[in-house]
């Protein structure tokens, strides 16, 4: 069975025609983990499947297409990261998975909501394959910017609150006082889970009340 076989559930003797169409229609536009002849195995864009048997996709370092036939391809599967929070050098961000469903079948925008640019994508991946760098509280001061507690929580700036504050899952949950080291949820359903965490992280000077 082919590659393509294999990703668009077609059977042996399927036109090619509709498996690029199937594949296309499932991948043309989204990141993909891509090995081939030559070519390292890595995240890249994939813009679609050719006519000519060739998959077309861009270049991290130049933003230039290429064309990788399909004889010459060793790997070829979809990226689905975990949703929650990375640390990408200085920069914090949330990832989360879109709930619709949706015909594209791998890491895209139309089936994760983040804010990176293109080019920053490919740190997300290499940060997905590692144990991404966490901070403590007892890091954070009224100037840091938003830093990575947990996958699921994050600490920093605030405009809606005007505070600095902890996030769960992008939705700030408590304000945050640094010099006195109190956290003051804004939601009581997460008084227990703010508890929890400064239990788990020994941080025995905060404060939740």
Request: hydrophobic letters at 30%.
């Amino acid at each position: 069975m082919t590659l393509y076989h294999a990703l668009t559930d077609h059977k042996e003797g399927t036109e090619f025609g509709v498996i690029r169409d199937d594949f296309n229609r499932r991948y043309s536009d989204t990141y993909m983990i891509l090995a081939g002849t030559n070519l390292p195995e890595s995240l890249y864009y994939i813009e679609g499947l050719r006519g000519d048997g060739s998959l077309t996709y861009l270049s991290w370092e130049t933003g230039d297409r290429y064309h990788l036939n399909y004889k010459d391809i060793t790997l070829l599967k979809p990226w689905h990261p975990t949703p929650g929070y990375y640390q990408i050098n200085s920069r914090c961000i949330y990832l989360n998975k879109r709930v619709s469903r949706q015909w594209r079948r791998s890491f895209s925008s139309s089936t994760y909501s983040y804010d990176l640019d293109h080019n920053k994508v490919i740190l997300l991946y290499r940060s997905s394959l590692q144990p991404n760098k966490v901070y403590s509280l007892d890091d954070i001061d009224e100037d840091s910017p938003k830093i990575k507690l947990t996958d699921s929580l994050a600490c920093g700036w605030s405009d809606a609150v005007n505070s600095l504050v902890i996030f769960f899952e992008d939705h700030p949950i408590a304000k945050v006082k640094p010099d006195s080291k109190k956290i003051k949820p804004l939601v009581d359903a997460f008084k227990q889970e703010l508890l929890d965490y400064t239990k788990r992280f020994n941080l025995l000077k905060w404060e939740v009340k």
